[in-house]
């Protein structure tokens, strides 16, 4: 933040609040690479270390919860200062919950692993799991490297994830109807996908936040939005 | 729901443009210098003061920000080596016009201090004084009327309307700068200079300050200089920042202490100044 504060202490305590951030971002880039690399390759112990660090991901977030709270009742931040704090408490509560759904993925690979999963079945998933990884890992580096114009264009790059999440449960779709056997398998692997899915809007979230707080205006309400799932769904 | 959108919608945008159009200047200082000997200490501040609006001047120390204050009811005249330059107009009027009565003036742009400075005489007196050699009331009950009404507009009376009679001086801190702020009030001001009101009370007597400033806001424009933010945050719809003698910025308060424009100013608000 270029200059230090008179009360050397204050800056500490931003410092600790953005490691936190920095942290959590880590830890999210780990578990969805984790979980996404256990479900393609029926991994049980790395699916287990992930729902593991899903306890370490929620512990971090109630610390940067306290020490935001803290900060806010003794320094009352003003300015980018404000803006930092309740901006960290904001990604941190979208940094938890893409813990959350990398669980939600990790607790699936035993069942999926279970039934019968053709490798061609789960491809697709594999390219927009690596699309969202991107994203994930992207958002921290941009907002840590306090790039604003690259959080905006990373905020539209999530139009892709909806692109391919659109057309991977139109693959599922097919192999159900192809051969019924595959219903399991396929309907956890949308789910999986749906997962991935919502972790890339909450990368969205992330960054029109980051962005918030490093320029100190909102981007514009409207963003691409490429979900046809949701019009067209139950077509059948 | 949705038929009510559009009509209350319609209803918001005319509301704000509402709120433009009343959004009349009460004064304008226009390059206004301040000298004392030959040490300037104010540089060409060009600043409006809002009508029916609290506008806070901030500012660290020896920034300039209570010599322009000074300047707004020509408080400086006091001052054998200060002189002022430029212009500051009260409706348009030019303040410094050599046929404006400074007495006048004053009754017009009130001030409170620092420091509450009840006079050593009763409650009622501290009120009434003001109206009387003003001429503001004929009769007994009329200033029995101005005197009371002030000190509710001030939020006081109903501490000291059994103890009217009973010296100023021996009320709390709190209760003496409202008492001063029911003694500005009493000449029907419009407008109401405060030079850091609160840096002497305690967190609930500033807090009642802050709420009284808030009600004034309805009848007076109020122009108040802190040194905490966050008071100005609170009580302020239009906040200055002064540095050096120079005016920084000014703008609408709720930008000011979330997205200030200037370095210096996110510096001093932050808590980054040198």
């Not at chain 1, 929620?58 to 320094?75: G, N, P, V, Y």
């Not at chain 2, 006081?156 to 001086?169: A, C, F, H, M």
């Not at chain 2, 405060?194 to 002497?200: F, G, I, L, T, W």
Request: overall charge negative; hydrophobic content about 40%; glycine content about 6%.
């Amino acid at each position: 933040m270029g200059e230090h504060h008179t009360v050397a202490s204050f800056d500490e305590d931003l410092g600790a609040i953005s490691k936190l951030i920095s942290d959590m971002g880590e830890l999210a880039g780990s578990m969805v690479g984790g979980a996404t690399k256990a479900l393609l390759n029926s991994d049980n112990a790395l699916a287990q270390r992930v729902v593991s660090d899903d306890a370490i991901m929620d512990a971090r977030q109630r610390e940067l919860d306290d020490r935001a709270i803290t900060l806010i009742a003794k320094r009352q931040p003003m300015a980018n200062d404000l803006r930092a704090v309740v901006g960290s408490i904001r990604m941190a509560g979208d940094l938890e919950r893409i813990g959350d759904l990398a669980k939600n993925i990790a607790k699936r690979v035993g069942t999926v692993g279970l039934s019968v999963t053709p490798r061609d079945l789960s491809h697709s998933i594999d390219v927009m799991a690596q699309l969202v990884l991107v994203q994930v890992q992207g958002v921290i580096e941009e907002y840590a490297a306090a790039d604003a114009a690259a959080l905006a264009k990373l905020r539209n790059d999530d139009e892709r994830i909806d692109v391919k999440y659109t057309s991977v449960f139109r693959e599922l779709l097919t192999y159900m109807m192809e051969d019924p056997r595959n219903i399991t398998a396929c309907t956890h692997l949308l789910f999986c996908a749906k997962n991935l899915e919502r972790i890339g809007d909450h990368v969205t979230n992330i960054a029109e936040n980051a962005y918030y707080v490093l320029t100190g205006s909102q981007l514009p309400a409207n963003r691409p939005k490429q979900d046809e799932t949701a019009m067209s769904a139950p077509a059948a | 729901m949705n038929i009510m959108t559009e009509q209350s919608l319609e209803n918001a945008v005319g509301d704000k443009m509402n709120a433009k159009s009343n959004e009349v200047i009460k004064m304008r200082g226009d390059k206004v210098g301040v000298f004392y000997g030959d040490k300037q200490a104010l540089f060409d501040v060009n600043l409006d003061v809002r009508l029916n609006q609290v506008t806070a001047l901030i500012g660290p120390s020896g920034c300039g920000k209570s010599t322009f204050l000074r300047c707004l009811n020509r408080m400086n005249d006091t001052i054998d080596s200060a002189r002022v330059t430029g212009k500051i107009t009260l409706d348009e009027e030019d303040i410094y016009d050599k046929n404006i009565d400074v007495v006048e003036l004053r009754a017009r742009v009130g001030m409170v201090f620092q420091k509450p400075n009840p006079f050593p005489k009763s409650i009622y007196e501290n009120v009434a004084y003001g109206p009387r050699i003003h001429g503001l009331a004929k009769r007994k009950t009329d200033m029995d009327q101005i005197v009371e009404s002030s000190l509710k507009k001030a939020a006081i009376w109903n501490e000291v309307k059994d103890r009217l009679q009973e010296p100023g001086t021996g009320l709390s801190g709190g209760q003496q700068q409202r008492l001063c702020i029911a003694r500005a009030i009493a000449v029907s001001p419009e407008v109401i200079l405060m030079d850091e009101p609160c840096s002497a009370l305690d967190p609930i007597a500033t807090a009642r300050v802050e709420e009284l400033i808030d009600e004034l806001r309805q009848n007076y424009t109020i122009v108040i200089v802190t040194h905490s933010m966050q008071q100005a945050a609170r009580v302020s719809q239009r906040t200055a920042m002064f540095h050096l003698g120079y005016l920084v910025e000014e703008g609408a308060t709720d930008k000011m202490f979330t997205n200030p424009d200037d370095k210096r100013t996110q510096d001093y608000i932050t808590g980054r100044f040198g």
